[in-house]
């Protein structure tokens, strides 16, 4: 009875995760918790979870990651990159995105190269950055570090009792895995659309400007006064007096007359302003002054803006900026920009203050697109030593002469003493959610696997494969993990498909080695949709696309991708009785 309720609990937080509006740590924790009450759960295990040495050393590479994200050496070969024909640049791209996402966090990749991308004029930013996004994804699936997804299913194998992962494990089935993929991603490259950069003539289209007029009986009063603060469908964004740029523009500033008075919104709301005396409105488009002021920003996967709105948090006292345009993939969203719920991935354009780039938490909302730097690039040889000691913590874990959490904790301390990372950094960075979310499903995986519930699945599997043997139930878990990472996370679905693999193989009395890689390869395979996994919704509002791009461009790529992971997965790791 436990094992069928548990089990209806887990379609419920399928359910949950799929719809969406509950962030997953939230529910992975919530779960947890609810768990330790009902007595399935006990404190030891609970907490014991939190300090698995996998988790750990997911933690401890993502903090190191932010670092060697500051290397400009990412930046200066993108230039190399991206000449010659689309094709080539389109084949170089992925190749070399891939093979720096074997080691390093894929996201922070993908975000060295998005600005550069958008801002060149050589080729359509949109031929590029969906095969950037796939490759380091298929870099990733090389190496134990390339992906978190990796080390989350290493920590479920080491909390199941199971010997841990090594470095270059992954490597044997993910190379030939990621040659190929990258071989069919420059072919299918052609399918995806030229769209037009975002350029000035597109930004100044969210712009309406009004002027006070001499005599208008608006001079003298606040903007709150002038109730200028609740248009409909327009929001007053900046000043331009004088020559100097007022921004944001706060509710107690006086007009005077002559002031250029900006708007934001739906421009052709026109009418709103009609009421208002002696503002004379003259056109849409924004003058020079105002475009030199513009950023474009992605939010981010670990943003706190998602899921909020710009009126909730307070946006301009947060950034000193003001928001201008939101686009979500091809769409420029409309209406009061105060009051639409924000999406990771979400590309917004940004009149910034003096004092936006000062400001500490950017680096944790945003990925820039243009404008300034949120900090500093290292220098070459602060660079060189930086990734030299990275490269030196991988080399002596793969050689087993140090466990790489060991490696990451001393090259962590070396950043932290050099300066090359702070303190405050961390604070502002720190992979919460993700340690929530994986901390909670590790003890999520451990009730289902003591309530019989996993031994139920493990029989319907065994139930349903028994007349086409081990092999196709390798199969079924894969799809099963293919799935699930489409319509949730990587990692959540990497959660919820190990307890069933791992049950599956015990199942069928076979080693779970090559159960738990499929596991590992499907919980990556997210390429028809752009809501499974960071890096497509980082690229997904710059380069302006649609659902159908992700689908044209990836199932070429799934269908390789699943081909060669299932044919070399039983070769590399055999079905050996356990």
């Known amino acids: 009875m436990t094992a069928h309720l548990v089990l209806g609990s887990i379609g419920l937080l399928l359910a949950l995760l799929i719809h969406g509006r509950i962030s997953p740590a939230i529910l992975f924790a919530s779960w947890a918790g609810i768990y330790h009450l009902l007595g399935l759960a006990s404190q030891q295990a609970l907490l014991s979870s939190f300090s698995n040495p996998a988790l750990a050393t997911l933690i401890l590479l993502l903090l190191v990651s932010l670092a060697l994200e500051r290397s400009p050496f990412l930046d200066l070969l993108s230039q190399l990159l991206l000449k010659g024909r689309t094709r080539l640049a389109t084949l170089k791209l992925a190749t070399f995105s891939s093979l720096a996402s074997a080691f390093m966090n894929n996201t922070a990749v993908v975000g060295a190269l998005l600005g550069t991308i958008t801002q060149q004029r050589r080729h359509p930013a949109s031929k590029l950055l969906i095969p950037l996004s796939y490759a380091s994804i298929l870099g990733g699936i090389t190496t134990l570090v390339g992906t978190s997804t990796n080390l989350v299913v290493n920590s479920f194998v080491v909390e199941a009792g199971l010997p841990a992962l090594h470095m270059f494990q992954f490597t044997l089935v993910g190379l030939p895995v990621a040659l190929a ?107 020079a002054l105002l475009k030199s002021n513009l950023v474009e920003v992605v939010l981010s996967s670990e943003s706190d803006l998602a899921n909020r709105t710009l009126r909730d948090v307070d946006f301009r006292t947060m950034f000193d900026a003001g928001v201008v345009g939101i686009r979500r993939g091809d769409k420029r969203l409309t209406g009061q920009l105060g009051r639409i719920p924000l999406r990771v991935g979400d590309s917004l354009l940004l009149a910034a203050g003096p004092d936006f780039f000062q400001h500490r938490n950017l680096d944790r909302n945003f990925h820039v697109l243009n404008g300034s730097g949120v900090r500093p690039k290292m220098s070459p040889a602060q660079s060189t030593a930086a990734l030299t000691g990275f490269a030196l913590a991988i080399v002596l874990s793969a050689a087993g002469v140090l466990p790489l959490f060991s490696g990451l904790l001393l090259l962590l301390a070396g950043l932290l003493a050099s300066g090359l990372l702070t303190l405050g950094e961390m604070r502002r960075r720190f992979p919460f959610e993700l340690l929530v979310v994986i901390g909670s499903a590790l003890t999520i995986a451990g009730v289902v696997e003591r309530s019989g519930a996993a031994a139920l699945m493990a029989g319907w599997m065994r139930a349903l494969f028994d007349g086409y043997g081990v092999y196709a139930a390798l199969v079924g878990v894969y799809l099963i993990t293919m799935v699930l990472t489409e319509l949730v996370t990587n990692n959540a679905a990497a959660a919820l498909a190990f307890p069933i693999a791992l049950g599956t193989a015990r199942a069928f009395g076979v080693d779970p080695t090559p159960f738990i890689m499929v596991v590992a390869y499907g919980a990556s395979a997210g390429f028809l949709i752009p809501f499974g996994y960071q890096t497509h919704l980082m690229v997904y509002s710059a380069g302006r696309y649609r659902m159908r791009d992700f689908l044209r461009a990836g199932l070429p790529v799934s269908l390789t991708y699943a081909a060669v992971v299932l044919a070399l997965v039983p070769v590399f790791f055999p079905f050996r009785p356990s």
């Open 181 to 287: 993929c990258i071989a069919v991603l420059t072919l299918s490259a052609r399918l995806l659309p030229a769209n037009a950069s975002t350029g000035n003539d597109v930004r100044s289209a969210y712009f309406l400007e009004a002027r006070v007029m001499p005599g208008s009986p608006m001079i003298g009063r606040s903007i709150e006064h002038n109730r200028l603060r609740n248009l409909e469908g327009l929001f007053l964004l900046e000043i331009e007096r004088e020559g100097r740029l007022i921004s944001p523009v706060g509710p107690a500033e006086l007009l005077h007359a002559g002031d250029v008075l900006v708007f934001t919104g739906e421009v052709d709301k026109v009418q709103a302003l009609q009421r208002f005396s002696g503002l004379a409105v003259f056109g849409a488009g924004a003058d």
